[in-house]
């Protein structure tokens, strides 16, 4: 599945993102949103070299959850 397929769910979906990004909302695309939000602001989505689908082996970076807009900077 692409946002270059002719579902006829996908263009609808592109026609979203395309009518919510004109009136300025803010978008999150996550997973397929991305490219969607790509092709509804008109940019380019093409296939990778390699495929992205399934786990992968990685680590974790140390990282710092603390948010100073919490009371007392709290962590997640």
């Known amino acids: 599945m ?4 002719s579902e006829p769910w ?7 993102i395309t009518h919510t990004v ?15 939000i790509g092709q509804g602001t008109r940019s380019t989505s093409e296939t990778g070299a390699t ?4 786990a992968k082996d990685g680590t974790w970076a140390q990282a710092d959850y603390r948010y100073p807009g919490r009371a007392g900077g709290s962590g997640i």
């Open 2 to 5: 692409s946002v270059n397929d």
């Open 10 to 16: 996908i263009i609808k979906e592109i026609e979203f």
């Open 22 to 36: 004109k009136r300025g909302a803010p978008v999150l695309g996550v997973c397929l949103g991305c490219p969607t």
């Open 51 to 54: 495929s992205e689908t399934g």
